[in-house]
């Protein structure tokens, strides 16, 4: 089989939970503040586990599984396990405790969570055991969907940009060239080029994905995703449609061949509205991200029904042209 290193690129929050004093314990997962958390068949879910009192994370890995229960336990493949060292939020003097990031993928068979008045009507849950010992389940929810376009900030190896005032953006998206460079700053996109930006979270895909198996071809997404395109500085996430912005449909939403759980959106640049800001001001430096703290010109965001996500990119303004001297 084989896991690659984008396995890693998976956020994580922190839903701090009372540490129990002898067995392990859930502590965060997933992109969005736990219990219950929002999942999608075949999403890579990165789990924070306490391992319990006396572990020793000079020593060696404890043995780890992980389930996902839907009236029974299935397997979820441990595709990563990594010592985390994180920071925490909580009261001064205690200290941090030693976790295991985890990382699993949700099975593509789990049953869709009908939901009604926002109460879970058929519910699910996620329990990780450490050398044989099982954390307390945490509920979940299945989504058809549940798109989260990867950032550098997914990272769970190498460092994490703190500082946007002076390097660009604090969570740069992975969306690539053709060439598979990055979009950036220094190397922006331009009108009708094709971008590919990569995700987790799009569900089930036609022909059917196997659980912890890599994508053995670009297979569509069963979902229907739309597009929009919000030529604003710094702009947020939107619902495709929500704020009237041109919405499209992606040239291909779907599984990345070769990868399990990755997921890209191809698409076109659209054109830039005149008068478009830059991100970078070359007469100022060419290597940083700061005019007017514009980090971002072009906020692309997909979605479903289910869930949505977008991300902020750099796009070079089109010329400005002089008007035909009059004779």
């Known amino acids: 089989m084989r896991i690659v290193s984008l396995v890693a690129f998976l956020g994580v929050s922190f839903g701090w939970a009372q540490s129990p004093t002898q067995g392990p314990a859930l502590v965060g997962a997933g992109f969005a503040n736990p219990f219950p958390i929002a999942v ?18 000079s020593g060696p890995l404890p043995g780890v599984s992980a389930v996902f229960w839907n009236g029974s336990d299935e397997t979820m493949p441990v595709l990563q396990i990594q010592n985390a060292t994180t920071g925490c939020i909580i009261p001064t003097g205690a200290g941090c405790p030693n976790l295991l990031a985890v990382t ?20 699910s849950g996620v329990a990780v055991s ?4 099982k954390t307390p389940y945490i509920g979940a929810l299945s989504l058809a969907d549940q798109v989260h376009f990867l950032t ?3 990272l769970l190896l190498g460092g994490v ?3 946007p005032s002076s390097r660009g953006l604090a969570c740069t998206p992975m969306i690539t060239h053709a060439d598979g460079t990055s979009v950036s700053a220094i190397r922006p996109a331009v009108a009708g080029e094709e971008l590919v930006a990569y995700a987790t ?8 994905l196997t659980t912890g198996q890599p994508a053995a071809g670009s297979s569509p997404a069963v979902a229907v995703f739309n597009i929009d395109f919000n030529y604003r500085t710094n702009a947020l996430a939107t619902q495709p ?6 919405v499209s449909t992606p040239l291909f939403a779907g599984a990345t061949k070769g990868y399990v759980g990755l997921y890209q959106f191809n698409f076109i640049v659209p054109p830039p509205p005149t008068g478009l800001q830059p991100c970078v001001n070359n007469a100022v430096t060419p290597d940083v991200n700061v005019v007017n703290q514009v980090f971002s010109n072009l906020t692309v965001s ?3 029904v289910s869930s949505f996500d977008g991300a902020g990119i750099c796009v070079q303004p089109q010329p400005v042209l002089d008007p035909p001297a009059v004779r």
């Open 152 to 154: 550098a900030c997914d």
């Open 130 to 133: 450490v050398n044989g010992v």
């Open 161 to 163: 940009n703190t500082n």
């Open 40 to 57: 999608a068949p075949g999403q890579l879910l990165t789990l924070l586990v306490d391992p319990g009192a006396g572990y020793d994370p």
């Open 104 to 123: 699993v993928q949700v099975p593509f068979d789990a049953p869709i969570s009908p939901v009604s008045a926002n109460v879970l009507l058929r519910p």
């Open 302 to 304: 997909a979605g479903s």
């Open 201 to 208: 979270g799009l569900g089930q895909t036609n022909p059917a």
């Open 241 to 246: 449609g929500a704020i009237g912005a041109p």
